[in-house]
């Protein structure tokens, strides 16, 4: 008879109800994959007697007491998907120091504290797996800690919110403004009534800290990560951009400082060109582009989010950690040997588009150049049009600098007589 | 100390030698993931004395007898990059009878004979990584096999050719003839001499037997796979895909069929929608788009060919297979429970793309329809065009139906008097 492995679910809103609905539709396939079938020991929930009729699931699974769920001696493996750091983190560590293997989409908890969470895995000898953690149902990190483990990775820019990438789009597509397409995304249900977590950044920075630890072999936590918004990109910016055949994103870019010794981790908008791979990313869809030393330029593509592709990943965690059970063995570790240095904002070398708002008179060009020469930034190419009798817009893009030298660029720009405003600045990735 | 283990690498061409140049330049980096120094046990090659100056590594480890390399004691992986049926097979099975894991690119022998290797794999406790075979660089087994382990994959549409897509892009994209483009491609290196294997489909085939296998935990070989190259694409295909809003790729397709009891496997032009995913893959790289129950539609994207992006993808196997030695494990076993028959290309539902050559007069239309319609095939389009006094172009887009019925039409067509000429018969993927 086929072995049989216990399921302690920890959660069970949009994934976690998907999660249960396909352990027991997919039950045979499973069972088939990993070697043993696997069985609901319980779902712990915040409140039972709510509807919860899910195909398959007995009513009487359901807890209030996730603790005492975690401390059953009949759970191998765990499925955390509440979110957030408390009490996640302790019901993990909890789980795993009774040896249980775990599988969590918790990105926050694995931002905040994945060295604590894999150094309890390594000492309790069980798994610890978190693909869903990372843009959604996209194969990711498998990708990056096993295929590329022979490989060098230089670079990884990515599309890992939907929400962002929604809005951008539609104002790029449809001329929306930010508010305008921030609505239109509510209304369908791609961004939450309270959108901050998407807009400002937040959670596209928790995943830009695990994936530059896995990529890099260090640990990066969520507040190294350089982190700016799109409630700022107007459409003046969209349509800057498409001049210059160009497409506004928000991207997560984890990059070697060029001496390899460091890291650098940010998340911001930024022009990208429209022959990148990434910028035909379109509505909530999610993409990952990595930049290997042998593999060269890979891209990962899919939904990043959603109940559905969410507990497909989930799920395949949960079949490996199985089989590493049945076959008494673990997955990969926790790895950080490399312990590279996360180098300020200030340290990277990026580009950057910035237009002006000028007298339309003789000389005000050599005026700004010269900002641009005092601070060894040197200019790609500047377009310049009449907005008025003596008013002007002046569009400058630079080469490559520190992101010290540019900003020092721009704040001695706006000191300027000539200049009455800096209209927008904004980073060019992805040449 | 840390350990280390003893690797025999076959063969020392294009990948084997980025392999052996990556195992001494990056030997740290390898020996911190995978838990063990990696050492370079011997190289088989077919001739000693050529010039084999691969950085880092002994002159002396080069031998001619690779059989003896395998059946060393001291050998823990063996990384097979020689191709072909024989020795490859003998010499693998060999390997892993004594006991050693291996790791190969040998998409011609996992296609003929995947079920064999396996079978020696599990018999043996030793594992078998081929990650290389399909797609180079672009990490793809893996994800299918451990990744959405928990999902069911519904399709595979693979560019798994980067010959052919080279081909195909430049009459797209310049206007090329398939003739010139084939002359470019092989002037630039990316056509051999002899490109029957890439432009007949056979490379194609290959990878798309082993990517079904996985897919549906099924065994399919080469042998399986409906097969047709790209040779007879012309021009005038490629403008009537243009005039659609559409582009001709070479496409492996690996399906359920509708039933879900079966599996279809075929590589062959067709067109595709340029707002399909798959569309805008330019030049020679690769991209495997995969339809999944949960995940939804995920797509994968990178170098499929070339001896450094190669490399990289033997050394992650040979990292992971170096992992589970020291952790005495072992990777996930060939599945084929699933043991679903490959149906007939006939059964295949798909669409087709049909240009006719037809007398200008009345009643034309309506014989050609009467032929659709006696073998149950809807249209869903039709463009005519005059081509002379009494000469038209007829271009009909049909909806979905059989291979078999879609073919009995043309064959039909063919017999009408007021058909001339069926001048182009393509399948069209991707809606």
New interface residues.
Partial sequence: MMASLRVALLGCGVVGT?VAR?LHE?GD??A???GARLELAGIAVRRVGRDRSITGVDPSLFTTDARALVERDDVDLVVEVIGGIEPARGLLLGAMERGASVVTANKALLAEDGVTLHTAAEKHGVDLYY?AAVAG???LL??LR???????IKRVLGIVNGTTNYILDRMDSEGSSFAEALEEAQSLGYAEADPTADIEGFDAAAKAAILAGIAF?SPVVAADVHREGIADVTSADVASAKAMNAVVKLLAICELSPDGQGVGVRVHPAMLPRTH?LA?VRGAYNAVFVE?E??????????GA?G??T??????????AA??RI????G?RG?W??DRPVRPMGATVTRYHISLDVDDRPGVLAAVAAVFAEHDVSIETVRQRSEGPDDAELVVVTHQATDDALAATVDGLTRLDTVRAVLSVMRVEGE
């Fill in positions: 998907e396909l997919h396939d499973l088939a994959r990993a693909e149902a996209i194969p498998r990708p096993e295929s590329l483990a022979g490989d060098r072999h791979p035909s290997a042998a593999a060269g330029r890979l891209m990962f593509y899919g939904p959603g559905v592709p507990a497909s990943a989930v799920l395949g965690d949960l079949v490996t089989r590493n076959g008494d063995a673990v990969p790895s040997y490399a």
